[in-house]
């Protein structure tokens, strides 16, 4: 696998990451999605319509794998178990790169999910334990936004998703029951802002629409002609 999102709850990899994911897979890219938990409950929600709407949304997308690590919803903890879990995940996939939640946000679920991806990346190379497959270390991780703070954040590059935007839309839609049920229809709604954010994105870089990423390692850069 080329790439495998790492997500605390279905939606989360689409409104932080969907256009990239979708511009991936349309280059040729094999792109997963994991979801820690099911992200139920919710007020408008339930199990069974949430697993209906991620299928949906994987659709929207052109993601073919994807799973549901199982853990517990509003309780996500960094145990050794979780850890365990989600290396095994990691060692099936064998990702070149790993994308977990920005480090810093409001919600504890992602906060824990970033502090779970980034020891499970360790757990997933280490000969010599009980975990499933052989070991594996992803190359990179890599951060997207999908925050609960009104944060003015300075992203490390922005990708360009201006062709992409509509299919991100479209899997947003589908997780109905968490933000459009119960939401107030008069603009600009909640769809309108996600709108106005990606055009913000987009607006920094020349585009119509962006989507941001943060990196803590450096990259590595072959030839100038990789900036635009």
Same mark, same amino acid.
């Given at each position: ?15 932080g ?36 709407e ?13 799973q ?11 145990t ?7 290396a ?29 991806? %980034? &020891?499970?990346r ?6 010599? !334990?009980?975990? /499933?497959? +052989? @070991? ?18 300075q992203?490390s ?12 839309? %479209? &899997?947003?839609?589908?997780f109905?029951?968490?933000?459009i !049920?119960?939401? /107030?229809? +008069? @603009? ?11 055009a ?29």
């Open positions: 696998m080329d790439m495998l999102v790492i997500a605390p709850h279905p939606d989360d990899a689409e409104l990451m969907g256009g990239t994911i979708a511009k991936m897979i349309s280059a040729g890219w094999e792109v997963g999605i994991l979801d820690l938990t099911s992200g139920e409950p919710t007020p408008h929600g339930s199990e069974a319509l949430r697993a209906e991620t299928a949906a949304a994987s659709k929207a997308l052109g993601v073919s794998w994807r549901n690590a199982g853990l517990p919803n509003r309780s996500l903890q960094h050794l178990e979780a850890r365990a879990i989600v095994g995940y990691i060692r099936q996939t064998r990702p070149r790169w790993l994308f977990a939640p920005y480090w810093k946000d409001a919600h504890p679920d992602h906060v824990v999910a970033t502090e779970l991806v %980034e &020891a499970a360790f757990w997933a190379k280490l000969s010599k !334990t009980d975990l /499933p497959g +052989e @070991p594996f270390h992803p190359e990179r991780i890599y951060y997207y936004y999908c925050i609960h703070l009104r944060l003015a954040v992203p590059w922005i990708v360009d998703i201006s062709e992409q935007w509509d299919r991100k839309l %479209e &899997a947003i839609r589908c109905e029951s968490q933000f !049920t119960g939401r /107030p229809s +008069e @603009p600009p709604t909640l769809l309108d802002r996600f709108r106005d954010d990606a913000y994105w987009g607006r920094l870089i020349n585009r119509r629409y962006g989507e941001p990423f943060a990196t803590r390692e450096p990259l590595a850069v072959t030839s100038l002609r990789d900036f635009f």
